[in-house]
């Protein structure tokens, strides 16, 4: 830090007074744009939800609900999807566009469980991911659990940090709290 404030003094002369914020804001930018080769990005996935392997072997995925979000001129269809806790979904993601397009939801899959995720049929190793990174015209599968009942917002945002520099969200996803009595009074 101290050589950034040294450098920081140094250049806040020539460009202005925030130089190292605005540098270290602009690295943060770059970094969030970082997506493996696989287009799934880990970068700052902290611990994510699992479910046993024994729970994993039980799921006939042929037989699972199928939700499919599609991304066209930059905006996701449907834009609230709803899930029920403690049931395995495949969740399709669908870039219609004719440039990359960025699902950034991390909070959503740090609290539900990641099982498998593909990208054009390539299946990748990383299955504690934060955001998913749709070259033009591809599809993203990814299989999961929904663990942790909630609201989770996600957006079409290259930077690592939440909803800075964005519109907003562009979408989310409800995962609906079970209810082990429904129908009983």
């Not at 409800?174 to 129908?183: M, P, Q, S």
Request: hydrophobic share 40%; with cysteine.
């Amino acid at each position: 830090m101290d050589t950034c404030r040294r450098w920081g003094r140094h250049m806040s002369k020539h460009l202005g007074r925030n130089f190292c914020i605005t540098g270290l804001l602009a690295a943060t930018a770059l970094l969030g744009a970082c997506a493996g080769p696989s287009g799934f990005s880990t970068l700052g996935a902290a611990e994510c939800k699992q479910i046993s392997k024994r729970a994993e072997a039980k799921i006939n995925w042929a037989r699972v609900p199928q939700i499919e979000l599609r991304v066209r001129d930059g905006a996701f269809s449907p834009m609230v999807t709803h899930m029920k806790q403690g049931r395995p979904y495949i969740l399709r993601i669908r870039n219609r566009d004719d440039k990359v397009r960025i699902f950034r939801a991390g909070d959503f899959f740090e609290k539900n469980a990641v099982i498998a995720a593909a990208l054009e049929g390539q299946r990748v190793p990383e299955t504690c991911i934060r955001a998913v990174s749709l070259p033009p015209r591809q599809t993203a599968e990814i299989r999961m659990v929904a663990i942790t009942d909630g609201t989770y917002e996600y957006e079409d945002n290259f930077i690592l940090l939440p909803f800075v520099m964005s519109a907003g969200p562009s979408g989310a996803i409800i995962v609906e709290e079970r209810r082990e009595t429904a129908g009983i009074n």
